[in-house]
C-alpha cells in the first residue's frame, strides 16, 4: 500500500490524513518502506505437536497458514486438533528452516510449504481452499488480495487492514473472485461473549446507559525497526487496532447500535522510542442514539487489564477479563450479584475455524465477514479524526465521517 493510496479515503480532508498529519514526515518514509512480507525467525516458546493433528472429515476444509508467527504457531495452528472440518494444508513463510520444522510437525507436504515468493503457484494447488492470514496487519489487505487472485477463500486477522479504503478494496477483490471473507474476531465464538450479546438483547441490565472497555498491557523497551507492532506501516497506530479493537467490539455488539458521534484522544510521549511512531495510549467517548454512552481506552504503557463493563438501569453486566484467549469471567450486578459462566473460552479458536469451514461447504452467512472490518476501521479512522482535529465528530449510521 503506498502512501498516496492510505491517505485517499474518499476526498477532502481524511482521518487517515489528519492522523498521520501528527507523525513527522521523515518517520513516514521509513515506515512506508518496511510494509514488505520478510521472514522472521521462530517466536520464542513455541511447542510443536509431536503427531500432526488428523484429518477428520472427508469434507474438511485445506487451509494454507500465511505468517508463521506467535499467534499462528503458539494459538491457531495446534487448535486445528479440535477442529471438525477444517485442517492444515498448507504453510507459508519467508524463512526456510521454519517452514520445515513447522511443516514436519503439521505433516505438510514438502510440495505445500510456499515462501512469499511462491506463494502465486497455490493457485494450481487443489489441497488448499481457504487461505488464513496471519501477518502483521499492515500486510492484511495485499495478503488478501493475492488469496483471492489465487481463487481461494480468506480468513484474516484482526485488524482487517490499516484504513477503510483498504477495506473496501479487499472486500471488491473477494466479490470479483466469488469468494468468502471472514475477519478473525474470535469473540463472537466464545461462549461468554455470546451469553453477553443474549443478556444484553434480553435487556438483562434494563436499557443501557453507560458501557466501558479497557484492553491494555505495558510494552518492553523497543522500537519501530525491531517491533511491527509499534510500526506504524505495519500496526496504523498502535493499540486501537492491536487491542482496543476488543473493546470497540464489544461496544457494538452488547449496545447494539451505531454511536452518532465520538470524541477522542490520543498521547505519544516525546522521546520514548517505542512511540516513536505509534501512539501509547488511543480514548475515546461515544454517544449513541439511545443515549447511552461508552467510553473507551486501550494502552501500550500501562498496566495489563482487558475489561468490559455494561451498565443500565436495574444493573450491570461485568467482564473482566473479558476477551482474553481463556480465564473469562462474567457476573450480572444489581439485586444478588450472578456469576455466568456459559462454557470453556478456548472453543473461540477451532469453532472460528470450522464456521469459514461451515460458510465454504454450507453457505451459511459469515458470522464476522469483511463488512464488519471496514465498519470497525471506519470507527477507528473517526477517533483519529477526533483527536487530531481536537473535536466532536458526527457519525453516518455506517460508521463513515458526516462533513
Ligand atoms: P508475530 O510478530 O508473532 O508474527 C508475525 C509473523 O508474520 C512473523 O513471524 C513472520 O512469520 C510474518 N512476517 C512477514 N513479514 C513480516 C514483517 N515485515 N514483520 C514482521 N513479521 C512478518 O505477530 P502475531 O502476534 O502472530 O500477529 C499476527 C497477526 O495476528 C496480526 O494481525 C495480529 O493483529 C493478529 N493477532 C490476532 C490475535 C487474536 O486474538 N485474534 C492475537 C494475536 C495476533
Known amino acids: 500500500m503506498t502512501r498516496r493510496g492510505f491517505l485517499k479515503v474518499g476526498g477532502g480532508v481524511t482521518a487517515a490524513s489528519l492522523t498521520l498529519a501528527a507523525i513527522p514526515a521523515d518517520t513516514l518514509m521509513r515506515a512506508s518502506g518496511a510494509a514488505r512480507a520478510v521472514g522472521q525467525r521462530m517466536p520464542n516458546g513455541v511447542e510443536l505437536p509431536a503427531t500432526p493433528p488428523r ?16 499467534y499462528a504457531l503458539r494459538q491457531m495452528m495446534p487448535r486445528f486438533a479440535q477442529t471438525e472440518r477444517a485442517h492444515v494444508a498448507a504453510i507459508v513463510s519467508g524463512n526456510p528452516d521454519k517452514l520445515s520444522r513447522v511443516g514436519d510437525a503439521y505433516g505438510v507436504p514438502p510440495d505445500a510449504r510456499y515462501s512469499y515468493e511462491t506463494f502465486a503457484n497455490i493457485a494450481s494447488d487443489d489441497r488448499v481452499e481457504a487461505v488464513y492470514i496471519v501477518l502483521p496487519s499492515g500486510l492484511h489487505a495485499d495478503w488478501t488480495a493475492r488469496a483471492f487472485a489465487a481463487g481461494k477463500h480468506v480468513l484474516c486477522e484482526k485488524p482487517m487492514a490499516l484504513s ?21 474476531y474470535r469473540s463472537h465464538f466464545e461462549p461468554h461473549n455470546l451469553e453477553a450479546m443474549a443478556l444484553m438483547a434480553g435487556s438483562a441490565v434494563g436499557p443501557l446507559r453507560l458501557l466501558r472497555t479497557e484492553q491494555s498491557y505495558r510494552m518492553g523497551p523497543t522500537s519501530p525497526s525491531e517491533n511491527w507492532r509499534v510500526n506504524r506501516a505495519l500496526a496504523g497506530g498502535g493499540p486501537l487496532e492491536d487491542l482496543g479493537i476488543y473493546g470497540l467490539q464489544a461496544a457494538l455488539y452488547l449496545a447494539r447500535e451505531m454511536p452518532e458521534s465520538l470524541s477522542a484522544t490520543t498521547f505519544r510521549p516525546a522521546g520514548d522510542p517505542r512511540f516513536a511512531e505509534a501512539f501509547a495510549h488511543v480514548a475515546s467517548q461515544w454517544r449513541f442514539p439511545s443515549g447511552a454512552v461508552a467510553q473507551l481506552a486501550t494502552s501500550y504503557d500501562s498496566s495489563g487489564t482487558n475489561f468490559v463493563h455494561a451498565r443500565g438501569t436495574t444493573g450491570a453486566l461485568i467482564m473482566d477479563p473479558a476477551t482474553d484467549y481463556s480465564g473469562q469471567r462474567m457476573w450480572l450486578e444489581g439485586g444478588e450479584r450472578r456469576e455466568i459462566s456459559p462454557g470453556d473460552p478456548e472453543v473461540q479458536f477451532a469453532r472460528q475455524l470450522d464456521h469459514l469451514a461451515d460458510a465454504i461447504r454450507d453457505g451459511i452467512r459469515i458470522r464476522t465477514p469483511g463488512e464488519m472490518g471496514l465498519r470497525d476501521l471506519r470507527l477507528i479512522e473517526a477517533i483519529y479524526a477526533s483527536a487530531a482535529a481536537g473535536g466532536t465528530v458526527r457519525l453516518n449510521p455506517d460508521g463513515t465521517m458526516r462533513h
Open 164 to 184: 477503510s479504503a483498504e477495506c473496501e478494496h479487499m472486500i471488491a477483490a473477494g466479490r470479483r473472485a466469488d469468494r468468502k471473507l471472514m475477519i478473525g
Open 55 to 70: 484429518r477428520k472429515r472427508p469434507d474438511s476444509v485445506g487451509f494454507a497458514i500465511v505468517g508463521l508467527g506467535d
